[in-house]
């Protein structure tokens, strides 16, 4: 006993939650519902709280109201039955390759993939047994080749990481599809709005929430759709295993996010595809990898699959600007320094693709991402002269 008692009452009452009126209460917001337990109205309930299978409510760690609104959400913009969002964009990757691939079997995975996959890959799977393949990003249907009887999961990621290669996902969803071997896409570029990987006939779609989706730089998440139950079943049971869950507080950013990523997407795109146009100028930028660009080389499949083109693209300085790259970064004023994209900062990161690339050959310099912002696009502009009157060593 404390030598301040506290009335009995008070002491229950500062945990008991009275009833409230809900009558007439109507937001268009979702509200952020916490919970690590959640409590039944009788034992028999509590016994049978896993029989509805991994839609019920059991656990906080499985799903509160406010992650399902937002699953069920992105399951509709993807044009998919079933959605989980995960902790973060790389998770959502891993757990497909963990939940669907085992010792002695393969995955596919594309030799333009985001960069940690390839870690994760190298430093986890080997030591698990999992052989991993790289291939061409542009193989098409020439990956029936290496479709062989271990091969269990086909990941894909379009366009592919920094260097924007653009696959042709439906061929390969054909290839695979043909021989039962399930197809994942890493969409965070396009988003479902600008891409519908599903419509394409991939099987799980992917999304880097933490990207254009909450489209804020302020949190971090990943998300996995697919239509096909028994697909759904496995991932589902991988995360459940793997004691994975997501914040319904970052949900709620995510839920407000997500919808101005219309407006966002389009101003983005359409910024940065004149902006790509405009380096293009620059006389010591050797290429700009944009596929909205008529003259890049995944532009036709790009035009047929996807609807539109975020603000994310890439530049290659010619080799002898590259002494002056770090200093072409720093002259600009909107364009920060860092990592990720998406959000309504503009950001350029400096990419160095060595030992990044095992079927193709990486770029020997820099490569320099750029992710477009909110900002005006004048000032986007006269950052760019800045950046290219630098790398040209003006
Ligand atoms: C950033 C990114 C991811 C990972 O997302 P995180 O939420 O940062 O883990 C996955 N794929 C692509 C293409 C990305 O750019």
């Known amino acids: 006993?404390?030598?301040?008692?506290?009335?009995?009452?008070?002491?229950?009452?500062?945990?008991?939650?009275?009833?409230?009126?809900?009558?007439?209460?109507?937001?268009?917001?979702?509200?952020?519902?916490?919970?690590?337990?959640?409590?039944?109205?009788?034992?028999?309930?509590?016994?049978?709280?896993?029989?509805?299978?991994?839609?019920?409510?059991?656990?906080?760690?499985?799903?509160?109201?406010?992650?399902?609104?937002?699953?069920?959400?992105?399951a509709a913009l993807e044009g998919g039955t079933h959605c989980m969002v995960t902790p973060s964009g790389l998770v959502a990757i891993t757990l497909a390759i963990l939940s669907l691939v085992r010792a002695g079997e393969t995955v596919l995975i594309p030799d333009t993939v985001y960069p940690p996959v390839r870690a994760f890959a190298h430093r986890m799977l080997a030591g698990l047994g999992v052989?991993?393949?790289?291939?061409?990003?542009?193989?098409?249907?020439?990956?029936?080749?290496?479709?062989?009887?271990?091969?269990?999961?086909?990941?894909?990621?379009?366009?592919?990481?920094?260097?924007?290669?653009?696959?042709?996902?439906?061929?390969?969803a054909a290839a695979a599809k043909a021989r039962g071997i399930p197809t994942a896409c890493d969409n965070s570029w396009a988003t479902p709005l600008f891409c519908k990987p599903l419509a394409l006939g991939i099987d799980i779609s992917i999304e880097a929430v933490s990207k254009y989706i909450a489209g804020h730089s302020d949190l971090l998440m990943g998300s996995i759709t697919t239509s096909d139950p028994e697909l759904w079943d496995r991932l589902r049971t991988g995360f459940k295993l793997l004691g994975l869950g997501?914040?319904?507080?970052?949900?709620?950013?995510?839920?407000?996010?997500?919808?101005?990523?219309?407006?966002?997407?389009?101003?983005?795109?359409?910024?940065?595809?004149?902006?790509?146009?405009?380096?293009?100028?620059?006389?010591?930028?050797?290429?700009?990898?944009?596929?909205?660009?008529?003259?890049?080389?995944?532009?036709?499949?790009?035009?047929?699959?996807?609807?539109?083109?975020?603000?994310?693209?890439?530049?290659?300085?010619?080799?002898?600007?590259?002494?002056?790259?770090?200093?072409?970064?720093?002259?600009?004023?909107?364009?920060?320094?860092?990592?990720?994209?998406g959000g309504l900062h503009s950001i350029v990161a400096p990419m160095d693709l060595t030992g990044n690339r095992t079927v193709g050959t990486a770029p020997t310099g820099p490569v320099i991402r750029f992710s477009v912002g909110g900002e005006a696009p004048e000032a986007l502009a006269a950052d760019l002269d800045a950046f290219c009157a630098v790398l040209e060593g003006l």
Request: aromatic share 6%.
């Open 246 to 341: 997501v914040s319904p507080d970052d949900c709620s950013l995510a839920l407000r996010g997500l919808q101005s990523l219309p407006l966002r997407l389009a101003h983005a795109g359409s910024i940065g595809l004149a902006l790509a146009g405009r380096l293009q100028t620059c006389p010591a930028v050797a290429a700009v990898l944009h596929p909205a660009l008529p003259q890049f080389s995944g532009h036709d499949i790009w035009k047929r699959d996807f609807t539109g083109a975020s603000g994310v693209f890439s530049v290659i300085p010619v080799p002898q600007a590259a002494p002056r790259v770090s200093r072409a970064l720093e002259a600009m004023q909107h364009f920060s320094i860092g990592a990720s994209w």
């Open 1 to 74: 006993m404390s030598d301040f008692p506290i009335r009995a009452e008070d002491m229950t009452a500062c945990v008991t939650l009275p009833p409230i009126s809900r009558e007439g209460f109507r937001s268009v917001s979702v509200a952020v519902e916490r919970a690590s337990t959640i409590v039944f109205p009788d034992a028999a309930a509590y016994a049978a709280r896993n029989d509805n299978g991994h839609g019920a409510y059991s656990y906080g760690l499985h799903g509160t109201p406010t992650s399902r609104q937002l699953e069920a959400q992105i």
């Open 131 to 172: 052989t991993v393949v790289y291939y061409d990003p542009t193989i098409g249907s020439r990956i029936d080749a290496l479709l062989g009887p271990e091969v269990r999961l086909v990941l894909t990621e379009s366009p592919g990481s920094t260097t924007m290669e653009i696959q042709d996902l439906p061929a390969i």
